[in-house]
């Protein structure tokens, strides 16, 4: 995936932005990718249907601007999609 490349939080059409990853400093834990293990950094941005750009994992899936919960949420390095809870650890 490149940095240049933008869209919305849509099954057919990941979002994406870098997938170098260090570990999570969020806060939330070591936050995973179900599919292939890549963490998302504090600055990886994820993309809504209304335009707005944030961090998923800060908000736990819910969009900022218009409160549209993502239940789903596709890894930005792999592009495969899972249920966005699947994604923090479960110890």
Not at 5 to 32: Q, V
Not at 51 to 60: C, L, Y
């Amino acid at each position: 995936m490149n940095d240049s490349a933008r869209t919305t939080l849509d099954p057919s059409t990941p979002e994406t932005t870098s997938a170098d990853a260090p570990a999570d400093t969020s806060g939330h834990g070591r936050i995973r990718c179900p599919h292939c293990g890549w963490t998302p950094r504090p600055d990886s941005v994820w993309f809504c249907q209304c335009g707005h750009s944030w961090n998923t994992f800060d908000t736990g899936g819910v969009c900022p601007a218009c409160l549209k919960r993502w239940t789903m949420t596709a890894c930005l390095s792999c592009g495969k999609w899972s249920p966005h809870s699947d994604w923090y650890p479960k110890d």
